[in-house]
């Protein structure tokens, strides 16, 4: 599977932004999507992920509440709406895709494939 996301930018802090990410093929069902984000010289951390039907859902601590993962299986496409934005939320955001059964645990380590990254800049 192929995936492109998009819709980054520049945004004042407590700012909004919807990320999206188009997926290629015909068993996007099939996997369990996340995001993930790399800020400059630090590892790659894992964000949220979403199960393959869209009924649950994990984030990580720092973003609970202000990130909302959502999927939409028909037009093969995951979205992450941010909204409070901080600046520590500057980083490249890349979507994955993974063949495990559930989404919980999602880690850097499994992900089966990678988007390209769309770059997220929080001013404050």
């Known amino acids: 599977v192929q995936l492109q996301a998009s819709g980054g930018g520049l945004v004042q802090a407590g700012g909004s932004l919807r990320l999206s990410c188009a997926a290629s093929g015909r068993t996007f069902s099939s996997y369990v999507m996340g995001w993930f984000r790399q800020a400059p010289g630090k590892e790659r951390e894992f964000v949220a992920s979403i199960s393959r039907s869209g009924d649950s859902t994990y984030y990580t601590d720092s973003v609970k509440g202000r990130f909302t993962i959502s999927r939409d299986n028909a037009k093969n496409t995951v979205t992450l709406q941010i909204i409070s934005l901080k600046p520590e939320d500057t980083a490249v955001y890349y979507c994955?895709?993974?063949?495990?059964?559930?989404?919980?645990?999602?880690?850097?380590?499994?992900?089966?494939?990678w988007g390209k990254g769309t770059q997220v800049t929080v001013s404050s």
């Open positions: 994955a895709a993974d063949r495990r059964p559930i989404a919980a645990g999602l880690r850097r380590s499994g992900v089966d494939y």
